[in-house]
Every structure is written in structure tokens, then in C-alpha cells.
């Protein structure tokens, strides 16, 4: 069964430092796709970033980049130059395969809550 | 564009009550999926529909049911409620029947679901 496994309930970061959050899965699938989402305490939930199980190279986007190990099945999320409004909670999600014809179901992780310190 | 819209934002009920939520999804998603967000804890996800029909179920009993109109809106039907239902009852939508890509899905921002 997939499982997706955030090991920080919660991390401090100081304004303008880089923060790391960690995520390990675990699955028998071949093709799957890595997810980060943001939920700030309104509770939507806002999607950061992805990475494909066959993608060469490492996802991102500004601020986030994703560390994707493959062999270690982790994806870790990397977040350069940490601003106030980057306290939330980080949720890493899994994906079975990474294109449609699939449920498109994710399953999440319990989340690591950040917070940044000015 | 018009993103994934929710109603109610929040509700209060007792328990053996019936309860619907509704998701209206973004322009042009033909897929909504629907997860229960309890306290503390991450989504999980309840079902998903896709062209008006269910498309992959969680570990949900059949209390839950959901519907998904022809304009892709959907409704999640909660009956007799439990205490243990209280959530974040969260909403998204996605195009799906691409073939390559994140196949995103865009979530809406949740309706609070409290029994009391």
C-alpha cells in the first residue's frame, strides 16, 4: 500500500534562511507522482509543487525546489529565503500514476507545521 | 477563471442528521475528488467522480455518497452522522484524461463540518 511519511510535526526557520522538509513514500508503483501543498490556516489547500517518478532532474518553482532521491524514496521540499507568510502547515502527497486513465487520488502525510521567525 | 468554490463554509449538526456539501469546480475540470481532513491530520481521500460517475472510493462507508452534475459540479451526502464525521471536508478539482503532466488538482477552500 502507498504511504507517504512526514517525520516534523513541527519546524522552526528564521526570516530569510532556507528550511528543509522531509517526506518518504513508499510504494510498488513504477509511475507515480510527488506532491507539496500548503495549507495555511484559512484550510485551503495550495499546491506548491511536483515531481514525476520519471523526471531527470528536480523539480521548482521560485522559492520551492524539490530533492527528490528516487533510491530513497524521499522528496524532500526545499524553501530558499523563508518569508513570514511561509507559516503554514506542509502537506506531502503521492500520486499512482502521473498521467489520467488512473484515480486521480492522493494520499497525503500529516503534515509538518512551519513557522517562520522574523 | 474561476476557481473551486464550496458551500457551506461552515455547518453544525447532531449526530443521525443528513448533511450535503457542494463543490462548484474550476472552469473546464471534467474530475472532482472529495477528502475528509480531521483535525491535525492530513487529507484522505473519500471519492472521486469523473463524467457524472464514481471513478475510486476510500475506505469510507456507504453513508457517503456523492453526485457529480453535468455542469461537473458535485455533492457529497454525509447521512446519519457521527461525532467521528466532524472535518474539513475539502474539494478538488482536476482535468483528467491527459496523458502526461501533474494532472494538478486545484482544492477549494473546505466546508467545516462540525457534529455535535
Known amino acids: 500500500a502507498q504511504k507517504i511519511t512526514q517525520t516534523q510535526p513541527g519546524m522552526f526557520v528564521q526570516e530569510k534562511e532556507a528550511v528543509t522538509l522531509d517526506c518518504t513514500y513508499d510504494?510498488?508503483?513504477?509511475?507515480?507522482?510527488l506532491f507539496w501543498y500548503k495549507q495555511p490556516s484559512s484550510g485551503e489547500m495550495i499546491f506548491l509543487i511536483y515531481?514525476?517518478?520519471?523526471?531527470?532532474q528536480n523539480a521548482t518553482e521560485g522559492r520551492y525546489s524539490l530533492n527528490f532521491q528516487k533510491a530513497r524514496k524521499s522528496a524532500n521540499l526545499v524553501i530558499s529565503a523563508s518569508q513570514l507568510g511561509d507559516s503554514a502547515m506542509y502537506f506531502c502527497?503521492?500520486?499512482?500514476?502521473?498521467?489520467?486513465?488512473?484515480?486521480?487520488?492522493?494520499?497525503f502525510g500529516t503534515g509538518t507545521l512551519l513557522a517562520v521567525q522574523p | 477563471e474561476t476557481g473551486v468554490t464550496q458551500s457551506p463554509t461552515h455547518l453544525i449538526k447532531t449526530r443521525g442528521q443528513q448533511v450535503t456539501l457542494r463543490c462548484s469546480s474550476q472552469?473546464?475540470?471534467?474530475?472532482v475528488s472529495w477528502y475528509q481532513q480531521a483535525l491535525g491530520q492530513g487529507p484522505q481521500f473519500i471519492f472521486q467522480?469523473?463524467?457524472?460517475?464514481?471513478?475510486g472510493r476510500g475506505n469510507f462507508p456507504p453513508r457517503f455518497s456523492g453526485l457529480q452534475f453535468p455542469n461537473y459540479s458535485s455533492e457529497l451526502n454525509v447521512n446519519a452522522l457521527e461525532l467521528d464525521d466532524s472535518a474539513l471536508y475539502l474539494c478538488?478539482?482536476?482535468?483528467?484524461?491527459?496523458?502526461?503532466?501533474?494532472?494538478?488538482?486545484?482544492f477549494g477552500p473546505g466546508t467545516r463540518l462540525t457534529v455535535l
Open positions: 478538488a478539482s482536476s482535468l483528467d484524461g491527459e496523458t502526461s503532466g501533474s494532472n494538478e488538482q486545484f
Open positions: 510504494t510498488s508503483d513504477q509511475s507515480y507522482g
Open positions: 515531481q514525476g517518478s520519471y523526471d531527470e
Open positions: 502527497a503521492m500520486r499512482e500514476a502521473p498521467w489520467g486513465g488512473a484515480t486521480n487520488k492522493l494520499i
Open positions: 472552469s473546464g475540470h471534467n474530475t
Open positions: 467522480y469523473y463524467r457524472e460517475e464514481e471513478n
